[in-house]
């Protein structure tokens, strides 16, 4: 399968600020997903990712709070824009590979 | 009511027993069905992969998908410490279309 690095893997924001999430693939794929995964609670999809178009949001999403780039076909980002407390979550990259999907090992990000 | 319901455990064995994972949905276009275990700190990663009903089967590892009646399973035999993880199900209408997630459910297989 896929392998993704992803990264930080961990970091603690103060409130106000921004934080850039990294995911690279070894291999080239047409979609990336960003998933959050809130503490206790089940993964949910921020956006979708498609090289050279804008990121599909999902509803509660939105560009502004988590803006996404997509320059080529193995690396995406994910910004996560004035975090709050509630920001305070697990964010995954994933990408579509032969059957299923592949994830990243996360990025968990604790806002104060 | 949300589109996936699993009952989130805490489920706990001893080692060698038969665990049995389920999850209900309520979306009748859900075509694809997925299960994945994520261990502590790490992503989730793919276990069984089925398209519509039936069974399919992969070591210690069964998955079950019964359409008509909107229920999914997954069983480990001989259940082993190493696989005390979360297990999560997933679904989606499409292939490659949007995965929806169950709540994850917390295994601990004790020795």
């Known amino acids: 399968s896929a392998v993704i690095s992803q990264k930080p893997s961990r970091d603690i924001c103060q409130r106000g600020t921004s934080l850039t999430i990294q995911c690279q693939v070894d291999?080239?794929?047409?979609?990336m997903f960003w998933y959050r995964q809130q503490p206790g609670q089940s993964l949910t999809l921020i956006a979708t990712a498609n090289q050279g178009s804008e990121a599909t949001y999902e509803s509660g999403f939105v560009i502004d709070k988590f803006p996404i780039s997509r320059p080529n076909l193995t690396f995406s980002t994910l910004t996560v824009s004035n975090m709050s407390p509630e920001d305070s979550s697990i964010y995954l990259c994933s990408v579509e590979w032969g059957y299923g999907y592949t994830f990243g090992s996360g990025t968990r990000l604790t806002v104060v | 009511q949300k589109e996936v319901e699993q009952d989130p455990g805490p489920l706990s064995v001893p080692e060698g027993a038969i665990v049995s994972l389920n999850c209900t949905y309520s979306?009748?276009?859900?075509?694809?069905f997925m299960w994945y275990r994520q261990y502590s700190r790490k992503g989730p990663e793919l276990l069984m992969y089925t398209y519509s009903s039936g069974n399919k089967e992969d070591g210690r590892f069964t998955a079950q998908v019964d359409k008509s009646s909107k229920y999914i399973s997954l069983f480990i035999r001989d259940s082993q410490p190493s696989d005390s993880a979360t297990y999560l199900c997933a679904m989606s209408a499409t292939s490659y279309g949007k995965l929806t997630f169950g709540q994850g459910t917390i295994l601990t297989v004790h020795p």
């Open positions: 979306n009748s276009a859900f075509q694809y």
């Open positions: 291999s080239q794929v047409t979609m």
